[in-house]
Protein backbone atom coordinates (compact mmCIF):
# COMPACT_ATOMS: atom_id res chain seq x y z
CA UNK A 1 0.00 0.00 0.00
CA UNK A 2 2.51 2.67 0.51
CA UNK A 3 4.61 1.58 -2.93
CA UNK A 4 0.50 2.67 -4.39
CA UNK A 5 0.69 5.61 -2.21
CA UNK A 6 4.81 6.86 -3.36
CA UNK A 7 3.68 6.03 -6.58
CA UNK A 8 0.87 8.01 -6.93
CA UNK A 9 2.38 10.82 -5.06
CA UNK A 10 5.33 11.12 -6.99
CA UNK A 11 2.77 11.66 -10.16
CA UNK A 12 0.81 14.36 -7.99
CA UNK A 13 3.78 16.04 -7.82
CA UNK A 14 5.18 16.39 -10.95
CA UNK A 15 1.84 17.12 -12.34
CA UNK A 16 1.45 19.81 -9.43
CA UNK A 17 4.80 20.93 -10.57
CA UNK A 18 4.32 20.89 -13.99
CA UNK A 19 0.99 22.78 -13.23
CA UNK A 20 3.50 25.20 -11.60
CA UNK A 21 5.00 26.34 -14.90
CA UNK A 22 2.07 25.73 -17.30
CA UNK A 23 -0.07 27.95 -14.97
CA UNK A 24 2.38 30.80 -15.24
CA UNK A 25 3.21 30.56 -19.12
CA UNK A 26 -0.55 30.30 -20.04
CA UNK A 27 -1.08 32.96 -17.34
CA UNK A 28 1.42 35.28 -19.08
CA UNK A 29 -0.56 33.99 -22.53
CA UNK A 30 -4.02 34.84 -21.33
CA UNK A 31 -3.15 38.06 -20.11
CA UNK A 32 -1.70 39.11 -23.96
CA UNK A 33 -4.52 37.15 -25.26
CA UNK A 34 -7.27 39.58 -23.43
CA UNK A 35 -4.70 42.62 -24.16
CA UNK A 36 -4.62 41.42 -27.66
CA UNK A 37 -8.89 41.51 -27.16
CA UNK A 38 -8.40 44.76 -25.45
CA UNK A 39 -6.83 46.17 -28.56
CA UNK A 40 -8.71 44.74 -31.02
CA UNK A 41 -11.71 45.31 -29.40
CA UNK A 42 -10.98 49.35 -29.68
CA UNK A 43 -9.77 49.47 -33.07
CA UNK A 44 -12.43 46.94 -34.87
CA UNK A 45 -15.86 47.01 -32.25
CA UNK A 46 -17.98 43.52 -32.32
CA UNK A 47 -19.06 44.43 -36.19
CA UNK A 48 -19.10 43.05 -39.09
CA UNK A 49 -15.35 43.15 -39.56
CA UNK A 50 -14.72 41.18 -36.61
CA UNK A 51 -17.35 38.78 -37.08
CA UNK A 52 -15.83 38.53 -40.23
CA UNK A 53 -11.96 37.42 -39.03
CA UNK A 54 -13.27 35.34 -36.29
CA UNK A 55 -15.08 33.21 -38.64
CA UNK A 56 -12.54 32.86 -40.97
CA UNK A 57 -9.56 32.27 -38.05
CA UNK A 58 -12.00 29.31 -36.81
CA UNK A 59 -11.09 27.30 -39.95
CA UNK A 60 -7.60 26.71 -39.14
CA UNK A 61 -8.27 26.68 -35.42
CA UNK A 62 -11.13 24.12 -35.99
CA UNK A 63 -8.45 22.14 -37.96
CA UNK A 64 -5.62 22.65 -35.53
CA UNK A 65 -7.80 21.10 -33.11
CA UNK A 66 -8.18 18.12 -35.55
CA UNK A 67 -4.84 17.06 -36.38
CA UNK A 68 -2.99 18.82 -33.15
CA UNK A 69 -3.75 19.84 -30.38
CA UNK A 70 -6.67 17.66 -29.37
CA UNK A 71 -6.67 14.27 -31.47
CA UNK A 72 -2.92 13.98 -31.87
CA UNK A 73 -1.92 15.01 -28.32
CA UNK A 74 -3.88 12.75 -27.36
CA UNK A 75 -2.46 9.51 -29.38
CA UNK A 76 1.07 10.55 -29.89
CA UNK A 77 1.77 11.34 -25.81
CA UNK A 78 0.32 7.67 -24.61
CA UNK A 79 2.24 5.50 -27.16
CA UNK A 80 5.61 8.28 -27.18
CA UNK A 81 5.49 7.27 -23.62
CA UNK A 82 5.35 4.04 -23.69
CA UNK A 83 8.00 3.93 -26.49
CA UNK A 84 10.44 6.34 -24.60
CA UNK A 85 9.76 3.80 -21.32
CA UNK A 86 10.11 0.22 -23.25
CA UNK A 87 12.10 0.52 -25.75
CA UNK A 88 14.44 3.88 -25.22
CA UNK A 89 15.58 6.64 -26.22
CA UNK A 90 16.42 6.05 -30.16
CA UNK A 91 13.54 4.42 -30.17
CA UNK A 92 11.34 7.19 -29.02
CA UNK A 93 13.77 9.58 -31.64
CA UNK A 94 12.78 7.05 -34.81
CA UNK A 95 8.83 7.16 -33.73
CA UNK A 96 8.69 11.22 -33.43
CA UNK A 97 10.87 11.64 -37.02
CA UNK A 98 8.38 9.07 -38.45
CA UNK A 99 5.67 11.41 -37.17
CA UNK A 100 6.63 14.62 -38.61
CA UNK A 101 7.51 12.86 -41.68
CA UNK A 102 3.20 12.09 -42.05
CA UNK A 103 2.07 15.04 -40.41
CA UNK A 104 4.09 17.34 -42.84
CA UNK A 105 2.82 15.60 -46.20
CA UNK A 106 -0.62 15.53 -44.52
CA UNK A 107 -0.42 19.29 -43.86
CA UNK A 108 0.80 20.42 -47.36
CA UNK A 109 -2.44 19.32 -48.63
CA UNK A 110 -4.80 20.49 -46.14
CA UNK A 111 -3.37 23.58 -46.42
CA UNK A 112 -3.67 23.62 -50.39
CA UNK A 113 -7.10 22.25 -49.64
CA UNK A 114 -8.36 24.97 -47.30
CA UNK A 115 -7.09 27.71 -49.56
CA UNK A 116 -8.71 26.56 -52.73
CA UNK A 117 -11.78 25.89 -51.12
CA UNK A 118 -12.40 28.70 -48.79
CA UNK A 119 -15.67 30.02 -50.26
CA UNK A 120 -17.14 26.41 -49.44
CA UNK A 121 -15.97 26.23 -46.19
CA UNK A 122 -17.47 29.84 -45.05
CA UNK A 123 -20.75 29.03 -47.10
CA UNK A 124 -21.06 26.04 -44.43
CA UNK A 125 -19.79 27.89 -41.59
CA UNK A 126 -21.28 31.25 -41.56
CA UNK A 127 -24.28 30.82 -43.94
CA UNK A 128 -25.47 34.06 -42.93
CA UNK A 129 -23.08 36.03 -44.05
CA UNK A 130 -24.43 35.47 -47.91
CA UNK A 131 -26.83 37.72 -46.96
CA UNK A 132 -24.11 40.54 -47.24
CA UNK A 133 -21.48 39.60 -50.11
CA UNK A 134 -19.23 42.26 -48.69
CA UNK A 135 -18.98 40.84 -45.76
CA UNK A 136 -18.74 37.35 -46.91
CA UNK A 137 -16.04 38.13 -49.60
CA UNK A 138 -14.17 39.80 -46.53
CA UNK A 139 -14.15 36.64 -44.85
CA UNK A 140 -12.95 34.37 -47.79
CA UNK A 141 -10.17 36.68 -48.33
CA UNK A 142 -8.98 36.52 -44.26
CA UNK A 143 -10.06 32.71 -44.58
CA UNK A 144 -7.42 32.05 -47.23
CA UNK A 145 -4.41 34.79 -45.53
CA UNK A 146 -4.59 32.82 -42.03
CA UNK A 147 -4.97 29.17 -43.40
CA UNK A 148 -0.91 28.25 -43.33
CA UNK A 149 -1.05 28.72 -39.55
CA UNK A 150 -2.83 25.35 -39.26
CA UNK A 151 0.67 24.12 -40.52
CA UNK A 152 2.86 26.43 -38.45
CA UNK A 153 0.59 25.37 -35.33
CA UNK A 154 0.25 21.35 -36.12
CA UNK A 155 4.33 21.01 -36.42
CA UNK A 156 4.47 23.05 -33.06
CA UNK A 157 2.15 20.67 -31.12
CA UNK A 158 4.13 17.73 -32.30
CA UNK A 159 7.10 19.14 -31.18
CA UNK A 160 5.49 20.44 -27.64
CA UNK A 161 3.75 16.76 -27.07
CA UNK A 162 7.84 15.33 -27.59
CA UNK A 163 8.99 17.82 -24.79
CA UNK A 164 5.66 17.49 -22.60
CA UNK A 165 6.10 13.60 -22.82
CA UNK A 166 9.91 13.93 -21.51
CA UNK A 167 8.43 16.52 -18.83
CA UNK A 168 9.57 19.83 -20.82
CA UNK A 169 6.17 21.98 -20.52
CA UNK A 170 7.88 25.70 -20.75
CA UNK A 171 8.40 26.01 -24.05
CA UNK A 172 4.94 24.55 -25.55
CA UNK A 173 3.19 26.58 -22.84
CA UNK A 174 5.06 29.86 -23.85
CA UNK A 175 4.05 29.34 -28.17
CA UNK A 176 0.49 31.04 -27.42
CA UNK A 177 2.56 34.01 -26.09
CA UNK A 178 4.01 34.65 -29.21
CA UNK A 179 0.94 34.19 -31.79
CA UNK A 180 -0.46 37.37 -29.29
CA UNK A 181 2.57 39.44 -29.33
CA UNK A 182 2.32 39.11 -33.48
CA UNK A 183 -0.87 39.71 -33.95
CA UNK A 184 -1.14 42.85 -30.94
CA UNK A 185 1.72 44.13 -33.37
CA UNK A 186 0.78 44.43 -36.41
CA UNK A 187 -2.51 45.60 -35.60
CA UNK A 188 -1.05 48.43 -34.31
CA UNK A 189 1.58 48.71 -36.60
CA UNK A 190 -0.14 47.88 -39.81
CA UNK A 191 -3.91 48.53 -39.67
CA UNK A 192 -3.55 52.43 -40.06
CA UNK A 193 -1.85 52.07 -43.19
CA UNK A 194 -4.23 49.34 -44.71
CA UNK A 195 -7.34 50.22 -46.69
CA UNK A 196 -8.73 46.70 -44.95
CA UNK A 197 -7.50 47.47 -41.44
CA UNK A 198 -8.75 43.84 -40.21
CA UNK A 199 -6.35 42.08 -42.50
CA UNK A 200 -3.27 43.45 -40.57
CA UNK A 201 -4.53 40.68 -38.08
CA UNK A 202 -4.31 38.05 -40.50
CA UNK A 203 -0.48 38.86 -41.35
CA UNK A 204 -0.14 39.12 -37.21
CA UNK A 205 -1.37 35.30 -37.26
CA UNK A 206 0.91 34.14 -39.91
CA UNK A 207 4.17 35.64 -38.24
CA UNK A 208 2.72 34.45 -34.97
CA UNK A 209 2.68 31.24 -36.41
CA UNK A 210 6.36 31.24 -37.41
CA UNK A 211 7.38 32.47 -34.13
CA UNK A 212 5.89 29.60 -32.26
CA UNK A 213 7.19 26.61 -34.19
CA UNK A 214 10.78 28.26 -34.53
CA UNK A 215 10.55 28.40 -30.51
CA UNK A 216 10.60 24.56 -29.96
CA UNK A 217 13.56 23.96 -32.30
CA UNK A 218 15.90 24.33 -29.99
CA UNK A 219 14.48 22.35 -26.52
CA UNK A 220 13.64 19.80 -28.88
CA UNK A 221 16.84 19.25 -30.30
CA UNK A 222 18.37 19.65 -26.45
CA UNK A 223 16.43 16.23 -26.27
CA UNK A 224 18.74 14.57 -28.81
CA UNK A 225 15.98 14.58 -31.38
CA UNK A 226 17.41 16.00 -34.91
CA UNK A 227 14.87 15.91 -37.58
CA UNK A 228 15.37 14.20 -41.10
CA UNK A 229 12.48 12.93 -43.30
CA UNK A 230 11.68 9.13 -42.01
CA UNK A 231 9.24 7.04 -44.80
CA UNK A 232 8.92 4.36 -42.54
CA UNK A 233 5.09 4.63 -42.44
CA UNK A 234 5.19 0.40 -41.57
CA UNK A 235 6.09 0.77 -37.81
CA UNK A 236 3.78 -0.54 -35.29
CA UNK A 237 4.34 2.27 -32.93
CA UNK A 238 2.71 4.51 -35.95
CA UNK A 239 0.11 1.80 -36.18
CA UNK A 240 -0.95 1.70 -32.40
CA UNK A 241 -1.26 5.93 -32.43
CA UNK A 242 -3.09 5.72 -35.74
CA UNK A 243 -5.35 3.41 -34.57
CA UNK A 244 -5.91 5.65 -31.17
CA UNK A 245 -5.73 8.63 -33.74
CA UNK A 246 -8.66 7.90 -35.93
CA UNK A 247 -11.67 7.73 -32.94
CA UNK A 248 -9.67 10.36 -31.35
CA UNK A 249 -10.18 12.42 -34.53
CA UNK A 250 -14.01 11.81 -34.53
CA UNK A 251 -14.26 12.77 -31.05
CA UNK A 252 -12.50 16.63 -31.80
CA UNK A 253 -14.55 16.91 -34.74
CA UNK A 254 -17.48 16.32 -32.96
CA UNK A 255 -16.31 19.34 -30.34
CA UNK A 256 -15.60 21.12 -33.15
CA UNK A 257 -19.05 20.28 -34.47
CA UNK A 258 -20.59 22.31 -31.67
CA UNK A 259 -18.29 25.24 -32.37
CA UNK A 260 -19.77 25.23 -35.80
CA UNK A 261 -23.40 24.83 -34.65
CA UNK A 262 -22.47 27.83 -32.27
CA UNK A 263 -20.90 30.37 -35.41
CA UNK A 264 -23.93 28.75 -37.96
CA UNK A 265 -26.46 29.85 -35.92
CA UNK A 266 -25.24 33.05 -34.81
CA UNK A 267 -24.32 34.04 -37.94
CA UNK A 268 -28.52 34.16 -38.60
CA UNK A 269 -28.64 36.16 -35.54
CA UNK A 270 -28.14 40.08 -35.23
CA UNK A 271 -24.90 41.74 -36.44
CA UNK A 272 -22.09 40.85 -33.74
CA UNK A 273 -23.77 38.05 -32.78
CA UNK A 274 -20.51 36.16 -33.55
CA UNK A 275 -18.07 38.65 -32.34
CA UNK A 276 -20.10 38.84 -28.50
CA UNK A 277 -19.90 35.27 -27.86
CA UNK A 278 -15.96 34.96 -28.75
CA UNK A 279 -15.21 37.66 -26.36
CA UNK A 280 -17.23 36.04 -23.84
CA UNK A 281 -15.63 32.71 -24.28
CA UNK A 282 -11.91 34.21 -24.25
CA UNK A 283 -13.32 35.18 -20.60
CA UNK A 284 -14.93 32.13 -20.02
CA UNK A 285 -10.92 30.26 -21.34
CA UNK A 286 -9.39 32.11 -19.21
CA UNK A 287 -9.18 30.29 -15.60
CA UNK A 288 -9.91 26.99 -17.90
CA UNK A 289 -6.60 27.95 -20.13
CA UNK A 290 -4.23 29.37 -17.50
CA UNK A 291 -5.75 25.89 -14.93
CA UNK A 292 -7.72 23.27 -16.51
CA UNK A 293 -5.71 23.02 -19.83
CA UNK A 294 -2.63 23.16 -17.37
CA UNK A 295 -4.09 20.16 -15.62
CA UNK A 296 -5.00 18.07 -18.37
CA UNK A 297 -1.73 18.76 -20.51
CA UNK A 298 0.49 17.52 -17.14
CA UNK A 299 -1.62 14.56 -16.14
CA UNK A 300 -1.49 12.79 -19.53
CA UNK A 301 2.17 11.60 -19.58
CA UNK A 302 2.08 10.94 -15.80
CA UNK A 303 -1.09 8.60 -16.62
CA UNK A 304 0.07 7.21 -19.52
CA UNK A 305 3.25 6.24 -17.32
CA UNK A 306 0.90 4.77 -14.57
CA UNK A 307 -1.24 2.77 -17.07
CA UNK A 308 2.21 1.72 -18.95
CA UNK A 309 3.32 0.42 -15.44
CA UNK A 310 -0.36 -0.73 -14.66
CA UNK A 311 -0.24 0.86 -11.41
CA UNK A 312 -4.08 0.72 -11.59
CA UNK A 313 -4.36 2.14 -7.24
CA UNK A 314 -2.08 4.88 -8.42
CA UNK A 315 -3.89 5.33 -11.88
CA UNK A 316 -6.92 6.26 -9.71
CA UNK A 317 -5.40 8.19 -7.18
CA UNK A 318 -3.89 11.08 -9.60
CA UNK A 319 -7.19 11.10 -11.59
CA UNK A 320 -9.11 11.95 -8.21
CA UNK A 321 -6.24 14.47 -7.36
CA UNK A 322 -6.37 16.16 -10.71
CA UNK A 323 -10.51 16.44 -10.36
CA UNK A 324 -9.80 18.05 -7.34
CA UNK A 325 -7.33 20.28 -8.32
CA UNK A 326 -9.00 21.66 -10.53
CA UNK A 327 -12.47 22.18 -8.82
CA UNK A 328 -10.50 24.07 -5.93
CA UNK A 329 -10.09 26.85 -8.53
CA UNK A 330 -12.96 26.34 -11.65
CA UNK A 331 -15.57 26.64 -9.12
CA UNK A 332 -14.75 30.00 -7.63
CA UNK A 333 -13.78 31.56 -11.15
CA UNK A 334 -17.21 30.40 -12.25
CA UNK A 335 -18.96 32.02 -9.56
CA UNK A 336 -17.04 35.31 -9.63
CA UNK A 337 -17.57 35.54 -13.39
CA UNK A 338 -21.46 35.30 -12.69
CA UNK A 339 -21.07 38.07 -9.90
CA UNK A 340 -19.22 40.67 -11.66
CA UNK A 341 -20.20 39.95 -15.56
CA UNK A 342 -20.49 43.40 -16.87
CA UNK A 343 -17.72 45.12 -14.99
CA UNK A 344 -15.42 42.87 -16.19
CA UNK A 345 -16.37 43.14 -19.58
CA UNK A 346 -16.69 46.93 -19.62
CA UNK A 347 -12.77 47.48 -17.95
CA UNK A 348 -11.50 44.82 -20.42
CA UNK A 349 -13.09 45.90 -23.29
CA UNK A 350 -15.69 49.21 -23.24
CA UNK A 351 -13.30 52.01 -25.02
CA UNK A 352 -13.03 53.24 -28.94
CA UNK A 353 -15.79 51.58 -31.04
CA UNK A 354 -16.58 48.78 -28.57
CA UNK A 355 -20.07 50.53 -27.19
CA UNK A 356 -21.74 50.11 -23.16
CA UNK A 357 -24.82 48.15 -25.51
CA UNK A 358 -21.74 45.66 -26.41
CA UNK A 359 -20.86 45.04 -22.91
CA UNK A 360 -23.98 44.21 -21.77
CA UNK A 361 -24.38 41.78 -24.90
CA UNK A 362 -21.11 39.86 -24.24
CA UNK A 363 -22.29 39.57 -20.34
CA UNK A 364 -25.31 38.13 -20.85
CA UNK A 365 -23.31 35.85 -22.98
CA UNK A 366 -20.30 35.17 -20.23
CA UNK A 367 -22.59 34.66 -16.91
CA UNK A 368 -25.06 31.55 -19.31
CA UNK A 369 -20.46 30.21 -20.20
CA UNK A 370 -19.22 30.50 -16.87
CA UNK A 371 -22.43 27.73 -15.74
CA UNK A 372 -20.10 25.33 -18.15
CA UNK A 373 -16.87 25.79 -16.50
CA UNK A 374 -17.18 22.95 -13.68
CA UNK A 375 -18.55 20.29 -16.50
CA UNK A 376 -15.68 21.57 -19.24
CA UNK A 377 -12.91 21.00 -16.54
CA UNK A 378 -14.07 17.80 -15.36
CA UNK A 379 -14.62 16.83 -18.50
CA UNK A 380 -10.71 17.84 -19.40
CA UNK A 381 -9.75 15.23 -16.64
CA UNK A 382 -11.69 12.23 -17.70
CA UNK A 383 -10.89 12.41 -21.55
CA UNK A 384 -7.56 12.57 -20.65
CA UNK A 385 -7.73 9.45 -17.72
CA UNK A 386 -9.51 7.97 -21.16
CA UNK A 387 -6.55 8.90 -23.22
CA UNK A 388 -4.13 7.66 -20.63
CA UNK A 389 -6.14 3.91 -21.28
CA UNK A 390 -5.70 4.73 -25.36
CA UNK A 391 -9.30 4.12 -25.22
CA UNK A 392 -10.43 6.93 -27.88
CA UNK A 393 -13.74 5.55 -28.17
CA UNK A 394 -15.64 6.62 -24.80
CA UNK A 395 -14.98 10.42 -24.99
CA UNK A 396 -16.15 10.35 -28.88
CA UNK A 397 -19.29 8.93 -27.85
CA UNK A 398 -19.55 11.38 -24.76
CA UNK A 399 -18.75 14.15 -27.43
CA UNK A 400 -21.45 12.57 -29.80
CA UNK A 401 -24.54 12.87 -27.27
CA UNK A 402 -23.20 16.25 -26.16
CA UNK A 403 -23.39 17.55 -30.05
CA UNK A 404 -26.66 16.03 -30.09
CA UNK A 405 -27.92 18.06 -26.95
CA UNK A 406 -25.70 21.33 -27.65
CA UNK A 407 -27.87 21.40 -31.46
CA UNK A 408 -31.16 20.78 -29.56
CA UNK A 409 -30.62 23.05 -26.90
CA UNK A 410 -29.62 26.12 -29.32
CA UNK A 411 -32.48 25.71 -31.23
CA UNK A 412 -34.83 26.09 -27.98
CA UNK A 413 -32.50 28.66 -26.27
CA UNK A 414 -31.33 30.91 -28.99
CA UNK A 415 -34.75 30.90 -30.81
CA UNK A 416 -37.31 29.64 -29.25
CA UNK A 417 -37.14 31.11 -26.05
CA UNK A 418 -35.66 34.54 -27.75
CA UNK A 419 -32.00 34.14 -25.80
CA UNK A 420 -30.49 34.75 -29.60
CA UNK A 421 -26.33 34.54 -28.60
CA UNK A 422 -26.86 34.09 -25.01
CA UNK A 423 -29.02 30.88 -25.35
CA UNK A 424 -26.25 29.36 -27.88
CA UNK A 425 -23.53 29.95 -24.68
CA UNK A 426 -26.09 28.32 -22.18
CA UNK A 427 -26.56 25.45 -24.34
CA UNK A 428 -23.21 25.29 -24.43
CA UNK A 429 -23.13 24.72 -20.41
CA UNK A 430 -26.42 22.39 -20.51
CA UNK A 431 -24.36 19.94 -23.16
CA UNK A 432 -20.88 20.40 -21.15
CA UNK A 433 -22.62 19.13 -18.34
CA UNK A 434 -23.71 15.92 -20.23
CA UNK A 435 -20.55 14.99 -21.72
CA UNK A 436 -18.73 15.26 -18.16
CA UNK A 437 -21.52 13.23 -16.87
CA UNK A 438 -21.47 10.41 -19.33
CA UNK A 439 -17.84 10.29 -18.64
CA UNK A 440 -18.12 9.42 -15.19
CA UNK A 441 -20.46 6.92 -15.82
CA UNK A 442 -18.63 4.87 -18.67
CA UNK A 443 -15.11 5.91 -16.37
CA UNK A 444 -16.54 3.57 -13.05
CA UNK A 445 -18.19 0.98 -15.83
CA UNK A 446 -14.85 0.62 -17.41
CA UNK A 447 -12.89 0.67 -14.75
CA UNK A 448 -14.66 -0.52 -11.84
CA UNK A 449 -13.90 2.93 -9.83
CA UNK A 450 -15.88 5.73 -8.90
CA UNK A 451 -13.76 8.59 -10.39
CA UNK A 452 -15.45 11.22 -7.75
CA UNK A 453 -14.60 8.62 -4.54
CA UNK A 454 -14.16 10.35 -1.57
CA UNK A 455 -14.46 13.86 -3.05
CA UNK A 456 -18.41 14.10 -2.83
CA UNK A 457 -16.98 15.60 0.38
CA UNK A 458 -14.49 18.57 -0.52
CA UNK A 459 -16.74 19.51 -3.32
CA UNK A 460 -19.43 20.06 -0.76
CA UNK A 461 -16.93 22.61 0.66
CA UNK A 462 -15.73 24.11 -1.94
CA UNK A 463 -19.19 25.43 -3.19
CA UNK A 464 -19.81 26.73 0.09
CA UNK A 465 -16.67 28.59 0.16
CA UNK A 466 -17.18 29.48 -3.46
CA UNK A 467 -21.34 30.82 -2.58
CA UNK A 468 -19.61 32.43 0.58
CA UNK A 469 -17.13 34.56 -1.50
CA UNK A 470 -19.46 35.38 -4.45
CA UNK A 471 -22.14 36.78 -1.68
CA UNK A 472 -19.57 38.44 0.05
CA UNK A 473 -18.25 40.34 -3.35
CA UNK A 474 -21.64 41.06 -4.38
CA UNK A 475 -22.75 42.71 -0.56
CA UNK A 476 -19.45 44.57 -1.31
CA UNK A 477 -20.24 45.96 -4.60
CA UNK A 478 -23.20 47.09 -3.36
CA UNK A 479 -21.76 48.93 -0.62
CA UNK A 480 -19.78 51.04 -2.73
CA UNK A 481 -21.70 54.12 -3.56
CA UNK A 482 -20.43 54.35 -7.41
CA UNK A 483 -22.35 50.66 -7.78
CA UNK A 484 -25.66 52.44 -7.44
CA UNK A 485 -25.01 55.68 -8.78
CA UNK A 486 -26.85 56.48 -12.18
CA UNK A 487 -24.57 59.40 -12.63
CA UNK A 488 -21.65 57.62 -12.49
CA UNK A 489 -20.48 55.49 -15.98
CA UNK A 490 -20.29 51.74 -16.26
CA UNK A 491 -16.96 52.17 -17.06
CA UNK A 492 -15.69 53.84 -13.30
CA UNK A 493 -17.87 51.15 -11.82
CA UNK A 494 -15.83 48.26 -13.65
CA UNK A 495 -12.86 50.07 -12.11
CA UNK A 496 -13.77 48.59 -8.90
CA UNK A 497 -13.47 44.92 -10.06
CA UNK A 498 -9.94 44.49 -9.56
CA UNK A 499 -9.81 45.20 -5.44
CA UNK A 500 -13.42 43.16 -5.51
CA UNK A 501 -11.43 40.38 -6.91
CA UNK A 502 -8.56 40.35 -4.51
CA UNK A 503 -11.29 40.67 -2.17
CA UNK A 504 -12.89 37.16 -3.38
CA UNK A 505 -9.71 35.53 -3.26
CA UNK A 506 -8.44 36.56 -0.03
CA UNK A 507 -12.50 35.86 1.26
CA UNK A 508 -12.36 31.94 -0.87
CA UNK A 509 -8.56 31.35 0.95
CA UNK A 510 -9.85 32.18 4.55
CA UNK A 511 -12.90 30.19 4.13
CA UNK A 512 -11.64 26.82 2.66
CA UNK A 513 -9.27 27.67 5.58
CA UNK A 514 -12.25 27.39 8.20
CA UNK A 515 -13.58 24.58 6.10
CA UNK A 516 -10.61 22.82 6.42
CA UNK A 517 -10.30 22.30 3.09
CA UNK A 518 -6.21 21.82 2.40
CA UNK A 519 -5.82 22.05 -1.12
CA UNK A 520 -4.89 25.64 -0.77
CA UNK A 521 -1.58 25.02 1.43
CA UNK A 522 -1.11 21.55 -1.35
CA UNK A 523 -0.95 23.43 -4.22
CA UNK A 524 1.68 26.11 -2.80
CA UNK A 525 3.86 23.70 -1.26
CA UNK A 526 4.13 21.44 -4.47
CA UNK A 527 4.47 24.47 -6.64
CA UNK A 528 7.32 25.25 -4.72
CA UNK A 529 9.02 22.93 -5.70
CA UNK A 530 11.64 21.76 -8.32
CA UNK A 531 11.60 23.40 -12.03
CA UNK A 532 9.91 21.01 -14.15
Known sequence: MSEIKDAARSEESNIARAVGVLSSATMLSRILG?????????????????????????????????????????????????????????????????????????????????????????????????????????????????????GLVSLTALAGGILNARGTFIYPALAPVFLNVFIILSALALSPFMETPVLSLAYGVILGGVSQFLLQLKPLGRTGFSYSPSFEFRDPA???????????????????????????????????????????????????GVFAVSVGVASLPSLSRLAAREDWPAYHRTVRHSARLLWFVVLPASLGLIALAEPIVALLFQRGRFTPSMSVDVSAALRFYALAMVPVATTRVLAQAFYAL?????????????????????????????????????????????????LAVKFKAKTGENPFESLLGPLSRMMVASLLMAALVIAAALCLPVWHDSGVGT??????????????????????????????????????????
Request: glycine share 8%.
Open 390 to 438: KDTKTPVKAAAISLIVNFAASLLFAFALGLEHGGLALATAVSSGVNAWW
Open 34 to 150: LLRDVITAGLFGAGGAMDAFFVAFRLPNMLRSLFAEGSLSASFVPVYSEVLEKEGEEASHRFGRICFTLLTLVLVVVVLLGVLLAPWFIKVLAMGFARDPEKFDLTVKLARMVFPYI
Open 238 to 288: LKRMLLILGPSVFGVAVYQLNLVISTFLASWLREGAVSFLYYAERLFQLPL
Open 491 to 532: MVRSFMVLPLVVFGAVSYAFATKALRLPDLGELFRRLRGREV
